[in-house]
T-cell receptor, first 115, second 113 residues
Framework: GAGVSQSPSNKVTEKGKDVELRCDPI?????LYWYRQSLGQGLEFLIY????????KSGLPSDRFSAERTGGSVSTLTIQRTQQEDSAVYLC?????????????FGPGTRLTVL | LAKTTQPISMDSYEGQEVNITCSHN???????ITWYQQFPSQGPRFIIQ???TKVTNEVASLFIPADRKSSTLSLPRVSLSDTAVYYC??????????????FGKGTHLIIQP
């Protein structure tokens, strides 16, 4: 069956530009998560959605980062005025139900490079 | 937040049993313990989850002592393909938010022939 998909797989942009990263979760999964992974580092939690609402935005690194989810499905992570330190792999995951620390299914990630 | 501490790296050989321990001293009552495996250029993959005592599935076992301040992932008879980074995740998703989604830096397990 279809897993979590993310697009684009790679994105190269110039400092100061805005970027949008897309995540298509597994159909029927109510919870969706965004993480960031810098080279050789662990996963840094960014934001989590339950349905279309985001109860926890505490992980967003700055106000340049925002995310939305529509129709309880697709989510977009937007980074405005990108900086070189934003370069990382952005991973999306989804799970059936967030109430019991359910198993997260991860996408392949989007590798963002800010020049 | 329930922070976790794991060894940065471990080495072992094919056919051996490997145990990776994660410390989580300030684990909360509602927190679950979950382990994920990550290969290069891939997203993490769920291995096993537990709350207390012992959990076993087809790929691993998870041992959690009574005080729940640590947990041990046990991989029986490892093979070269088990070389990966293993993350211990402690947290719970309460009705209001995602508390403690802290993956940490993980343990890089290297299996040699």
């Amino acid at each position: 069956g279809a897993g979590v998909s993310q697009s684009p797989s790679n994105k190269v942009t110039e400092k100061g530009k805005d970027v949008e990263l897309r995540c298509d979760p597994i159909s029927g999964h109510t919870a969706l998560y965004w993480y960031r992974q810098s080279l050789g580092q662990g996963l840094e939690f960014l934001i989590y959605f339950q349905g279309n609402s985001a109860p926890d935005k505490s992980g967003l690194p700055s106000d340049r980062f925002s995310a939305e989810r529509t129709g309880g499905s697709v989510s977009t992570l937007t980074i405005q005025r990108t900086q070189q330190e934003d370069s990382a792999v952005y991973l999306c995951a989804s799970s059936l139900d967030s109430s019991l620390a359910g198993e997260q299914f991860f996408g392949p990630g989007t590798r963002l490079t800010v020049l | 937040l329930a922070k976790t501490t794991q060894p940065i790296s471990m080495d072992s050989y094919e056919g051996q049993e490997v145990n990776i321990t994660c410390s989580h001293n300030n684990i909360a009552t509602n927190d679950y313990i979950t382990w994920y495996q990550q290969f290069p250029s891939q997203g993490p993959r769920f291995i096993i989850q537990g709350y207390k005592t012992k959990v076993t599935n087809e790929v691993a076992s998870l041992f959690i002592p009574a005080d729940r301040k640590s947990s041990t992932l046990s991989l029986p008879r490892v093979s070269l393909s088990d070389t990966a980074v293993y993350y211990c995740l402690v947290g719970v998703y309460s009705g209001g938010g995602a508390d403690g989604l802290t993956f940490g830096k993980g343990t890089h397990l290297i299996i040699q022939p």
